[in-house]
């Protein structure tokens, strides 16, 4: 299998949903061009496979590598530390390994309070409070499990990356593409971009792409889609709606907002925008339509959870990255460990 | 050995008016605290929160946000577009446990050189009593990676 002469392919996922993996399956009879042209090495989704196979190959010698979700635990940065010795081109697959994505939304919390969510509410079924133990010894011998981290963190604050390729999930067109581009590459018809560059996505924003009618913008309080019937034509932040389109970068054919779901900012920050939120709270903060501090504070009072509005999937790359008690938690268990 | 804590204050300043206050409170040798770093823009409009957000990120312990008094906006009405970004952005901040303290919005007018220094020197005391905000990510955040451009591959 290693000796048929066709460049290297490995996926992985860290901290993510398997999204990811489900997009590029998406891109359909495609998906038999990446097989016709690559040899899948490491898919651990897709195909059977041990981390000490990859630990066997040689440096550099997987040529394409995408890899999708967040560092949470230390597994995640061993593996990300791993694929990156062993691939020549690292791809930031996905919101998660660009930005943090959703998974680091937890990093507004403490890692103990993320856990006391997970395994000590009254939504799980824990009568003796059991929590996973690093360490545990069986019959059959010693077992580690991965150590939580207090930070989640994109790929490219554990490992150096090559392309960034955004998106929950990218779509699978753009998928398609980068794929054909690197086949192309690799055969002499076509150069790859810069490294450090986002592929597969635009220059623009998503509300560039969407439809919607827009006009002037005076926003007198925000609303979500299930409180009210949205007018289909208009543009939904006209309507009250937080809808992230305006700092987005685009790629997505506005998808969302154009079926009447505002956009969540997965594409994340446009060129040449280092912070997505701070950003987005910009544009949407200029147009309330109030020059009266109590009004302001009234209507901003209808976004209950900013942060989670504003870097709904990217906090972790923002440019405070966690709140002020995951660091002193983070910081704290550094000096410990 | 642990020297006292002296607070560095990022201060943006708007070219028409609290710029020229911070003038004149030169020229009349008004006396304040020199831990504040005025940086000029042509208007509290142009303030982009992520400049707020940098100066924090990078080992600022406080922001102090200055333009003209409401209604008095060089560019009529940039300024309100100021103040609802201060407010949405306190909130933001607030969830990410920074004190609200750390950051402040005064008007001052050309001619308020002597208030606007005794604003400066009142936020210092407040932001010295708050402690050092010693985010982790200094060093990191001031050295912006730069992204090229994206690529567009046609679908």
Redesign the interface.
Same mark, same amino acid.
């Given at each position: 299998m290693t000796a048929n002469g066709k460049p290297k392919f490995a996926m992985y996922w860290a901290a993510a949903c398997g999204g990811c993996e489900i997009a590029v399956l998406n891109i359909h009879e495609k998906i038999l061009d990446v097989d016709a042209n690559f040899d899948v090495v490491f898919w651990p989704v897709a195909m059977d496979a041990k981390y000490k196979d990859v630990e066997a190959m040689p440096d550099q010698s997987i040529t394409l590598c995408l890899f999708n979700g967040a560092i949470r635990n230390s597994e995640n940065r061993h593996i990300a530390e791993l694929l990156r010795r062993k691939s020549k081109i690292l791809v930031a697959f996905g919101s998660c390994a660009c930005e943090g994505g959703f998974p680091a939304l937890s990093n507004?919390t403490t890692r103990e309070e993320t856990l006391r969510t997970a395994f000590s509410t009254v939504s799980t079924d824990n009568p003796q409070n059991l929590r996973p133990q690093p360490n545990y010894t069986v019959p059959e011998g010693e077992l580690d499990i991965p150590h939580m981290y207090s930070v989640v963190r994109p790929l490219d604050q554990a490992v150096p990356v090559d392309y960034?390729m955004p998106g929950c999930p990218p %779509?699978s %067109? +753009?998928i398609?593409?980068?794929v054909?581009?690197v086949i192309k590459a690799l055969k002499g018809e076509a150069t790859l971009?810069?490294?450090?560059?986002?592929?597969?996505?635009?220059?623009s924003t998503v509300c560039d792409e969407c439809t919607r009618t827009r006009n002037e913008k005076k926003i007198t309080g925000f609303t979500r889609i299930q409180d009210f019937r949205p007018d289909p034509a208009l543009c939904l932040l006209e309507q009250g709606i937080l809808c992230n389109g305006p700092a987005t970068?685009n790629?997505c054919t506005a998808r969302c907002p154009m079926a009447g779901v505002p956009c969540v900012g997965c594409y994340g920050p446009t060129?040449g925008?280092?912070?997505f939120?701070?950003?987005l709270?910009?544009a949407?903060?200029?147009v309330?339509d109030?020059?009266d501090?109590q009004e302001?504070?009234r209507i901003?009072d209808q976004?209950p959870?900013?942060?989670g509005s504003?870097y709904h999937t990217n906090l972790a790359g923002?440019?405070? +990255?966690a709140?002020?008690?995951?660091?002193e938690e983070? +910081?704290h268990a550094a000096h410990h460990d | 050995m642990t020297e006292a804590f002296e607070p560095v204050i990022i201060g943006f300043t708007c070219n028409w008016c609290s710029y020229r206050a911070a003038d004149l409170a030169g020229t009349a040798r008004v006396k304040y605290a020199p831990n504040v770093r005025l940086i000029r823009l042509m208007c509290s409009g142009r303030l982009d929160p992520t400049f707020v957000l940098k100066a924090l990120a990078s080992g600022a312990d406080g922001v102090m946000i200055t333009g003209c008094h409401p209604g008095e906006c060089h560019y009529l009405e940039q300024n309100y577009k100021a103040m609802r970004r201060y407010h949405l952005l306190k909130r933001m901040l607030a969830q990410m446990g920074v004190e609200p303290g750390r950051v402040k919005l005064v008007w001052a007018s050309a001619a308020e050189g002597v208030r606007l220094a005794g604003e400066i020197t009142k936020l210092v005391e407040e932001v010295r009593a708050l402690g050092p905000l010693n985010w982790p990510t200094a060093g990191v955040a001031a050295a912006l990676p730069a992204k090229p451009a994206a690529l567009e591959v046609p679908a």
């Amino acid at each position: 299998m290693t000796a048929n002469g066709k460049p290297k392919f490995a996926m992985y996922w860290a901290a993510a949903c398997g999204g990811c993996e489900i997009a590029v399956l998406n891109i359909h009879e495609k998906i038999l061009d990446v097989d016709a042209n690559f040899d899948v090495v490491f898919w651990p989704v897709a195909m059977d496979a041990k981390y000490k196979d990859v630990e066997a190959m040689p440096d550099q010698s997987i040529t394409l590598c995408l890899f999708n979700g967040a560092i949470r635990n230390s597994e995640n940065r061993h593996i990300a530390e791993l694929l990156r010795r062993k691939s020549k081109i690292l791809v930031a697959f996905g919101s998660c390994a660009c930005e943090g994505g959703f998974p680091a939304l937890s990093n507004l919390t403490t890692r103990e309070e993320t856990l006391r969510t997970a395994f000590s509410t009254v939504s799980t079924d824990n009568p003796q409070n059991l929590r996973p133990q690093p360490n545990y010894t069986v019959p059959e011998g010693e077992l580690d499990i991965p150590h939580m981290y207090s930070v989640v963190r994109p790929l490219d604050q554990a490992v150096p990356v090559d392309y960034y390729m955004p998106g929950c999930p990218p %779509e699978s %067109e +753009q998928i398609a593409a980068v794929v054909e581009l690197v086949i192309k590459a690799l055969k002499g018809e076509a150069t790859l971009p810069a490294a450090g560059s986002v592929i597969g996505a635009g220059h623009s924003t998503v509300c560039d792409e969407c439809t919607r009618t827009r006009n002037e913008k005076k926003i007198t309080g925000f609303t979500r889609i299930q409180d009210f019937r949205p007018d289909p034509a208009l543009c939904l932040l006209e309507q009250g709606i937080l809808c992230n389109g305006p700092a987005t970068r685009n790629g997505c054919t506005a998808r969302c907002p154009m079926a009447g779901v505002p956009c969540v900012g997965c594409y994340g920050p446009t060129d040449g925008a280092r912070d997505f939120g701070g950003r987005l709270m910009s544009a949407v903060a200029s147009v309330i339509d109030s020059t009266d501090p109590q009004e302001i504070e009234r209507i901003l009072d209808q976004i209950p959870d900013p942060v989670g509005s504003f870097y709904h999937t990217n906090l972790a790359g923002s440019l405070l +990255q966690a709140s002020k008690p995951t660091w002193e938690e983070d +910081q704290h268990a550094a000096h410990h460990d | 050995m642990t020297e006292a804590f002296e607070p560095v204050i990022i201060g943006f300043t708007c070219n028409w008016c609290s710029y020229r206050a911070a003038d004149l409170a030169g020229t009349a040798r008004v006396k304040y605290a020199p831990n504040v770093r005025l940086i000029r823009l042509m208007c509290s409009g142009r303030l982009d929160p992520t400049f707020v957000l940098k100066a924090l990120a990078s080992g600022a312990d406080g922001v102090m946000i200055t333009g003209c008094h409401p209604g008095e906006c060089h560019y009529l009405e940039q300024n309100y577009k100021a103040m609802r970004r201060y407010h949405l952005l306190k909130r933001m901040l607030a969830q990410m446990g920074v004190e609200p303290g750390r950051v402040k919005l005064v008007w001052a007018s050309a001619a308020e050189g002597v208030r606007l220094a005794g604003e400066i020197t009142k936020l210092v005391e407040e932001v010295r009593a708050l402690g050092p905000l010693n985010w982790p990510t200094a060093g990191v955040a001031a050295a912006l990676p730069a992204k090229p451009a994206a690529l567009e591959v046609p679908a």
